[in-house]
T-cell receptor, first 115, second 112 residues
Framework: EAQVTQNPRYLITVTGKKLTVTCSQN?????MSWYRQDPGLGLRQIYYSMNVEVTDKGDVPEGYKVSRKEKRNFPLILESPSPNQTSLYFCASSPGQGAGTGELFFGEGSRLTVL | RKEVEQDPGPFNVPEGATVAFNCTYS??????FFWYRQDCRKEPKLLMSVYSSGNEDGRFTAQLNRASQYISLLIRDSKLSDSATYLC?????????????FGPGTSLSVIP
């Protein structure tokens, strides 16, 4: 089954404790992206990747890191989480070089709470 | 001004009603347009693309007005299962990639 898989789905952590949210897609998509969704603000892009070893900042990259060592995986790293990073996170992938050229396929989301 | 704006609602409509959502975008260089649907606490999923000539998919009709920079979604004969948040999505074609911008969403509740 074609899918985007995120883990963990739910996480409660404390300020400053490094964490990684994994994202994996099995559709051989070139484009992958991370979003956060907050009430009233909609989906905001954190980072995106056009292909292996090619990543770039989205609209709200502060406090996050990503890597794209393999085509299928695009982990999101919070080196020192803070309470303002409490949010619902979505990973997405799309065929082609840009998300606008095709459908975005989303993972089920990871709800993160930072105390 | 936000790049993509939508009326947040909520829209509460009875089953069988027709409901229309509007979305405005600020960048005239926007290239392509989509409507996504998001159920409560679930991931967004593509509902339909929006073409310049307008397009229809069953009970759903999408329209684009480039001159006025707005997109609309019409749902006819509303079903309970249509209850969801509808996200307007606009794509800007940059030099080497596409920038996808999501609206904040419009919430729809279809009531028995």
């Amino acid at each position: 089954e074609a899918q985007v898989t995120q883990n963990p789905r739910y996480l409660i952590t404390v300020t400053g404790k490094k964490l990684t949210v994994t994202c994996s897609q099995n559709m051989n998509h070139e484009y992958m992206s991370w979003y956060r969704q907050d009430p009233g603000l909609g989906l905001r892009q954190i980072y995106y990747s056009m292909n292996v070893e090619v990543t770039d900042k989205g609209d709200v990259p502060e406090g996050y890191k990503v890597s794209r060592k393999e085509k299928r995986n695009f982990p999101l790293i919070l080196e020192s989480p803070s309470p303002n990073q409490t949010s619902l996170y979505f990973c997405a992938s799309s065929p082609g070089q840009g998300a606008g050229t095709g459908e975005l396929f989303f993972g089920e989301g990871s709800r993160l709470t930072v105390l | 001004r936000k790049e993509v704006e939508q009326d947040p609602g909520p829209f509460n409509v009875p089953e069988g009603a027709t409901v229309a959502f509007n979305c405005t975008y600020s960048n005239s260089a926007s290239q392509s347009f989509f409507w996504y649907r998001q159920d409560c606490r679930k991931e967004p999923k593509l509902l339909m693309s929006v073409y310049s000539s307008g397009n229809e998919d069953g009970r759903f009709t999408a329209q684009l007005n480039r001159a006025s920079q707005y997109i609309s979604l019409l749902i006819r004969d509303s079903k309970l299962s249509d209850s969801a948040t509808y996200l307007c999505v606009v794509n800007l074609l940059k030099t080497s990639y596409d920038k996808v911008i999501f609206g904040p969403g419009t919430s729809l509740s279809v009531i028995p």
